[in-house]
């Protein structure tokens, strides 16, 4: 017997109370299908989209490869085993970072993955090849794997940003040959003020599209959209100034990427943030 998630009425009750009542059902020697939610399995289980089908298991049978749900301590988590040693298990999600490993004893294992969906609805079970596959990719490759991922995800999630640091970047390195100097003193200035606070500003934008304005977000936000491209243009000046044979860092160009970051956190309070308000206002109520 299995028992699903998929119900015509859907009850919510905290997660405490729901794990016991899942083990109490594995302990029954059912299983249970839920959905998989979170990123740290990425991409074999797609956040809030891919289920996992759960059944208890004999501890002395988990074997390296299999996915567990599992006691941490602190909280329930579902990752892959990827070492055993006598009844020590070493545990890691495949979307996280190639170092963070989770240790437990294998009497915290609450029950194996045996079959489900993945990479976003393909169906499988543990015997498939297609999974048994996917095992050894993320077991032998999981650095360059989780890397490629996460680029991935930043690309999708931030693709002005990485654009617009790039032209950026380009803009502060290419070799503009021998080029008329304008006839307008600080013209340059004025160029390093406009660039960095186009960059400031499109980093804001997205920052605030994929996250609601609050106190925590805007703290965040001044580290990311303003601090880094600050600290970004101090490096870049150090750069032009001994690395360089063609370029030349000034302090001056560095007052002028910090005012141009200043104006960029001016224009995101003023305009960008009421706009994304109007627009997502938009979107939920249709006004």
């Not at 028992?3 to 729901?18: G, Q």
């Not at 059912?30 to 759960?54: L, N, Q, W, Y």
């Not at 640091?165 to 021998?178: E, I, M, R, V």
Request: one cysteine or more.
């Amino acid at each position: 017997m299995k028992r699903s998630e998929d119900t015509a009425d859907v009850l919510k009750i905290p997660n405490d109370a729901f794990f016991l009542e899942l083990r109490d059902i594995l302990a029954a020697g059912e299983s249970v299908t839920i959905r998989a939610t979170g990123r740290s399995m990425t991409p074999t289980f797609r956040d809030a989209v891919d289920k996992v089908t759960i059944s208890s298991c004999n501890p002395n049978d988990i074997a390296v490869g299999d996915v567990v749900l599992f006691d941490r301590g602190d909280t329930i988590c579902l990752h892959r085993v990827i070492e055993v040693d006598g009844r020590r298990l070493t545990i890691r999600g495949d979307g996280n970072s190639h170092s963070a490993l989770e240790y437990a004893d294998a009497d915290k294992v609450i029950g194996r993955v045996i079959a489900g969906t993945m990479k976003g609805g393909v169906p499988f079970t543990i015997d498939d090849e297609k999974w048994r596959r996917n095992t050894r990719l993320v077991l032998r490759y999981h650095l360059p794997v989780s890397l490629c991922h996460r680029a991935a995800v930043l690309l999708k999630a931030y693709p002005f940003s990485l654009l617009a640091l790039a032209l950026l970047l380009f803009l502060s390195f290419f070799n503009p040959g021998d080029t008329e100097a304008s006839k307008f003193e600080y013209a340059d200035k004025i160029a390093h003020l406009i660039m960095y606070c186009g960059l400031s500003s499109v980093f804001w934008f997205e920052w605030f599209r994929r996250h609601l304005p609050g106190r925590k977000t805007v703290f965040r936000g001044l580290v990311f959209c303003f601090v880094f491209p600050l600290v970004l243009s101090g490096i870049i000046e150090l750069c032009q100034e001994y690395l360089v044979s063609y370029r030349g860092g000034e302090w001056l160009d560095f007052l002028a990427n910090a005012t141009g970051c200043l104006l960029g956190v001016m224009v995101t309070f003023v305009f960008t943030i009421p706009f994304i308000r109007r627009f997502k206002l938009r979107k939920v109520y249709g006004k």
